[in-house]
Nanobody, 115 residues
Framework: QPHLVESGGGLVQPGGSLRLSCVASGFTISTYDMYWYRQVPGKEREMVAFISKHGAPKRYIDDVRDRFTISRDNAKNMAFLQMNRLKVDDTDVYFC????????WGQGTQVTVAT
């Protein structure tokens, strides 16, 4: 059964960093484009970052472009989101998504940025 599991969320102060991880099971991510999305309850999910199955190109929304870095390790069947200089407005549930001929979502990990 294809499965994505995110981890690495938590509570951090403004200006801090977190590294989110997404591990896949039941399928191999090497043929999948990988995405990170975020969502505040009651709002639509917003695509934050994208990385091609080839490792490039990478794309980011303007708000995170100079602060977040998406990466992948196909050998470990994992994707990552390094988040630096976090802001209060980055508080959201973050989701991992894999897309090829099929689309898979993880269950999300909570990121809270607060003093």
């Amino acid at each position: 059964q294809p499965h994505l599991v995110e981890s690495g969320g938590g509570l951090v102060q403004p200006g801090g960093s977190l590294r989110l991880s997404c591990v896949a099971s039941g399928f191999t991510i090497s043929t999948y484009d990988m995405y990170w999305y975020r969502q505040v309850p009651g709002k639509e999910r917003e695509m934050v970052a994208f990385i091609s199955k080839h490792g490039a190109p990478k794309r980011y929304i303007d708000d995170v472009r100079d602060r977040f870095t998406i990466s992948r390790d196909n050998a470990k069947n994992m994707a990552f989101l390094q988040m630096n200089r976090l802001k209060v407005d980055d508080t959201d549930v973050y989701f991992c998504r894999a897309e090829s001929s099929s689309v898979y979502w993880g269950q999300g990990t909570q990121v809270t940025v607060a003093t």
